[in-house]
């Protein structure tokens, strides 16, 4: 083996194990946040003042609309791709079977 290839070999063990790291810590990390959610869950669920309630509910419709207008830009492409004999997963054939929830979803927000 040359030099230059054990000094790339080096370098690939070396971020393996970075990543590896990185992931045990996102594990530690998401275990302390499930213990915190065991506490939280035998906690009554805080009530949102009047000010939080509208907030949340009420999204920009604009920024609604022009999300929805995507979301059913990609399902007319998994709907054509799946048209043209490509098999399509799970999730995709989901998106495809709500493409009439989304197109009504769209009209009552053109309308108001």
């Not at 079977?97 to 009209?107: C, G, H, P, T």
Request: hydrophobic residues 25%; without cysteine; neutral net charge.
């Amino acid at each position: 083996m040359s030099r230059s290839q054990k000094k790339n070999m080096k370098r690939k063990e070396k971020v393996t194990e970075e990543v590896k790291d990185s992931w045990d810590a996102e594990e530690e990390e998401e275990e302390s946040k499930s213990k915190a959610t065991e506490k939280d869950s035998k906690l009554p669920p805080p009530v949102p003042s009047a000010t939080e309630a509208t907030t949340t509910s009420t999204e920009d419709p604009a920024k609604r609309l022009r999300n929805l207008k995507k979301k059913l830009k990609q399902t007319q492409q998994l709907k054509e791709k799946e048209e043209g004999g490509a098999s399509l997963g799970d999730a995709e054939k989901e998106k495809v079977n709500k493409m009439s929830e989304l197109v009504d979803e769209i009209a009552k927000l053109e309308i108001s």
